[in-house]
């Protein structure tokens, strides 16, 4: 049974990449839509600034364009600006600008963003700006978020980003606890059997459902002399990529590859999406590595600081749609799009 069904279609000068139901959205690019036949809707309005990403709302109605490596955002519904955005200076030439947009259970779109610090999570009701964690009781520790993502359901929320000297990894927090104890979204605590000891270093994360987060490892050092603290069982590795299971507060599985994976996204369940210079389909039970779209160039990021990455090593424009389990990417001038097939998943 097939895994997978692409197809491409031609479109030049694409800034950025987000699904809004079946279609295609560049809205760097001044909203631009495309459908999944190459037909395009013409741009509608020109930023003259230098905005070079954008994230979206899970229905697409709402998206934030910003610079990758800068401090300034605009928050946009249907299109029109409803808000400028503003993250702290500090190293933001460096690493990811921090930004998601999700609806937590049964509450309204919310806006996860750093306004102030750079150590600072903020959550507000996207549409009205409504701050809803503000407090002047919160202080912070010391870490540097980036490439926040909310669970599926929007339980929780995962911080990819680092610490100082750098070192990358990845918090995770309760978005309920958070909104009714601002102070939650302070504090800095480590994924089990990972960052706390030092033995590899994170550099993404992805929810599998509210209570399992996939995480790999950069291409690293390790720091074998720290071993002996951390007792039997999986253990997340240089090049690796861990299961962990927060409720249980346990790592399930580990593996580790040849190079580094990179961004990962999810893919069902039971799947990831490694984007380390070509997107590969792994498999979360076994580490193996189902196929890779050699003819596709995802880019060399392996972290959340991405200064220095130019030409091919620079993430082209993607856009990830984890309820329909498809991807596209822009190559160029050819934008390929990637749908998964859930019983030739479940069959694997």
């Keep these: 049974m097939a895994l997978f069904k692409h197809v491409s279609f031609t479109a030049t000068g694409i800034a950025s990449l987000c699904w809004r ?7 760097v690019g001044g909203c631009r839509v495309f459908a999944l036949d190459g037909t395009e809707r013409e741009a509608s309005v020109h930023y003259g600034y230098r905005f070079d990403a954008a994230t979206a709302s899970p229905d697409g109605r709402f998206a934030v364009i910003y ?3 800068g401090t300034k955002g605009l928050l946009l519904r249907d299109g029109q600006c409803l808000r400028q955005l503003n993250r702290s200076y500090y190293h933001a030439d460096a690493y990811e600008y921090p930004v998601a947009l999700f609806h937590p259970p049964g509450g309204p779109l919310l806006l996860a963003h ?10 507000e009701e996207a549409e009205t700006g409504r701050a809803l964690t503000a407090s002047a009781e919160r202080k912070p520790e010391d870490f540097f978020h980036s490439r926040l993502g909310a669970s599926p359901s929007g339980k929780r929320l995962l911080s990819a980003g680092w610490v100082w000297h750098p070192w990358g990894a990845v918090i995770c927090f309760d978005i309920a606890r958070a909104l009714t104890e601002p ?8 994924l089990p059997y990972s960052g706390k000891l030092c033995l590899a270093e994170e550099s993404s994360a992805c929810w599998l459902d509210d209570d399992r987060i996939a995480v790999a490892a950069a291409d690293a050092p390790e720091y074998p002399e720290d071993r002996r603290d951390v007792g039997p069982g999986p253990l997340l590795l240089p090049r690796g990529l861990a299961i962990y299971d927060l409720a249980g507060g346990t790592c399930l599985r580990a593996f580790q590859f040849n190079e580094p994976i990179g961004t990962i ?8 999406l490694s984007l380390y210079r070509h997107p590969k389909l792994i498999e979360l039970w076994t580490g193996e590595v189902l196929h890779v779209w050699t003819e596709l160039a995802s880019g060399h990021q392996d972290g959340s600081i991405v200064c220095g990455l130019e030409g091919e090593a620079k993430p082209p424009p993607m856009a990830f749609d984890a309820a329909c389990n498809r991807f596209a990417i822009a190559n160029g001038d050819t934008v390929t799009v990637v749908e998964f097939d859930r019983s030739g998943l479940n069959s694997r």
Excluded: K, T
Excluded at 21 to 27: K, P, S, Y
Excluded at 183 to 190: F, K, N, Q, W
Excluded at 265 to 272: D, R, S, Y
């Design 21 to 27: 139901g079946d279609h295609l959205v560049d809205w």
């Design 67 to 69: 610079e990758r490596l």
């Design 114 to 123: 750093c306004p102030n610090d750079y150590c600072r999570i903020e959550l």
């Design 183 to 190: 102070s939650h979204l302070d504090r800095v605590e480590p």
């Design 265 to 272: 996204l999810p893919i069902g369940a039971n799947h990831v």
